[in-house]
């Protein structure tokens, strides 16, 4: 009788929970408030998902590269919230890896040391701004922005992923590379005629931004074609890097690069001829003294290239601009290296950015000077208390800049090290492992460590776009994988 009693009260107990849930559910879906609806979804999928880790991140990658960057171009309103569901999955899986590290100790053994700079800096961050505290609204938004996909750093350190859960990740990866093709091709030949006719009711809307694959672009707006550049030039890196070590065939290599780099030529991107020389120049800078000729054959080629696909783009924009080329590049330099606001209505670009910081945040205001401002108080969407102070002028124009505001001279350095040290963690395993494959990624890792300190300078999608953080996040989580991979290796010896 007790136990009938018992399974009664546990029943009456199920029942009463799932009515409450289903009138909640019914609440938050009638707001028809999408950031709400996002929230609930993203909440409900990561208590069912608590137990098939691997299933978040299938989530995280499949969605923030595939999904909420497409959104936009169909549902503008709705996807530019639609992220955020994304977004607290990724809080979620840093959660279950933070308590994996705190319940687990041999999970800390291995860790790298780049990933506890990555922990102390996301500390430092939320400390700093809780100090100096501003509003909920800035602090949570910028924290958001800035950490969104760092779950992946910390849960492919200190979940055990096996091997081939591994390969299948980075075949995913593969295939988002692939697929910008194909998007590139369609936003270029549906939405750039549709852009045309509607930039001069946009002024600054430039119509080919909105080639930018699957990261993300609106019909209105800007496009994140820089992101979608820098992390196909990545992809490029990695399977030069595998072709070096001959663990890719010469069949592959050829079959996959043109559809790879293909996208560079259909975009806007103007940093391509720094980003791809620079690529070339740090993964191939041992051959540079060792076997010279080859070196200077591939360079020569890459040049070629980036000269043909360099005047091209120069061409047809200064042909659709009705001005010389002479005269486009002219205007390009000064709105980004020169004295001139960047395109958009700013008064900064990215060279004068840095100086105006120091300006206005130097030695003559020592805390805001080291520690900057808070997270979010840079964000000029979301309000930011210093980007409103100085309207129009545009501090957080990129990545660098916005670290510098929002957490002072201090966040930056912390940053940095993150980045030294990865580099520093990769030539270790180019030195010490006998497995080309391990080799191979890890130059490229290497490759791509440089190019993302070229982009901190460039644009602020680091800390912005999710669909660019997940790579970065994703890379730093399999060097902290291949890395621990290794050591456990050596032990087992």
Not at 33 to 48: D, Q
Not at 325 to 342: P, R, S, V
Request: hydrophobic residues 55%; aromatic residues 14%.
């Amino acid at each position: 009788m007790p136990a009938e009693l018992g399974s009664q009260k546990v029943l009456y107990f199920i029942v009463s929970v799932s009515v409450l849930m289903a009138m909640l559910l019914g609440l938050i879906a009638v707001t028809g408030n999408p950031i709400i609806i996002s929230i609930a979804v993203a909440l409900i999928a990561s208590l069912l998902l608590l137990i098939r880790v691997d299933w978040i991140v299938w989530l995280i990658l499949s969605l923030g590269l595939l999904v909420t960057g497409l959104l936009p171009l169909f549902f503008d309103y709705f996807a530019s919230k639609a992220a955020w569901g994304v977004s607290l999955l990724g809080f979620a899986l840093m959660l279950i890896a933070l308590v994996k590290i705190v319940m687990t100790p041999d999970a800390r053994k291995n860790t790298p040391a780049f990933v506890w700079v990555a922990l102390v800096f996301m500390v430092y961050a939320l400390t700093d701004s809780l100090v100096q505290w501003h509003s909920f609204g800035e602090t949570a938004g910028g924290f958001k922005r800035y950490f969104q996909a760092w779950g992946l750093i910390f849960a492919l350190c200190w979940i055990a992923f096996d091997k081939q859960q591994i390969h299948y990740w980075k075949l995913l990866f593969l295939f988002v590379a692939l697929v910008q093709l194909p998007f590139a091709i369609y936003e270029r030949v549906i939405y750039v005629p549709i852009r045309e006719g509607l930039k001069n009711s946009y002024p600054g809307m430039v119509p080919i931004d909105v080639v930018s694959g699957t990261f993300g672009a609106t019909l209105t707006g800007g496009g994140a074609s820089g992101e979608m550049a820098i992390f196909l030039i990545i992809v490029l890196a990695f399977l030069l890097a595998r072709q070096k070590e001959k663990v890719l065939s010469s069949n592959k290599f050829f079959l996959l690069v043109p559809i790879i780099v293909a996208p560079l030529l259909l975009t806007e991107v103007k940093a391509v001829i720094v980003m791809i020389p620079l690529m070339f120049l740090v993964l191939y800078r041992n051959e540079m003294l060792i076997q010279f000729h080859r070196w200077l054959t591939g360079f020569i080629a890459i040049s070629i290239f980036v000269a043909v696909a360099g005047y091209a783009y120069l061409f047809a924009m200064s042909q659709d601009k009705e001005i010389s080329m002479a005269e486009y590049i002219e205007q390009t330099l000064e709105h980004n290296l020169y004295d001139k606001g960047h395109f958009g209505g700013n008064s900064l670009n990215r060279t004068t950015v840095l100086p105006f910081w120091f300006e206005k945040q130097g030695l003559h205001d020592p805390v805001s000077f080291v520690f900057g401002n808070g997270l979010g108080s840079s964000h000029l969407v979301a309000g930011g208390h210093m980007a409103m102070r100085y309207f129009g002028y545009g501090i957080g124009l990129t990545a660098a800049s916005t670290l510098l505001w929002d957490l002072g001279l201090l966040g930056i350095g912390l940053f940095f090290v993150i980045l030294t040290l990865a580099w520093r963690c990769a030539a270790q395993l180019r030195r010490e492992s006998a497995i080309p494959e391990v080799r191979a990624d890890a130059a490229a890792i290497q490759t791509a460590l440089v190019l993302f300190v070229f982009y901190l300078f460039y644009r602020l999608g680091m800390f912005e776009i999710l669909s660019f953080q997940i790579p970065f996040a994703a890379l730093l989580g399999y060097l902290a994988w291949l890395h621990c991979e290794h050591v456990c290796a050596i032990t087992n010896k």
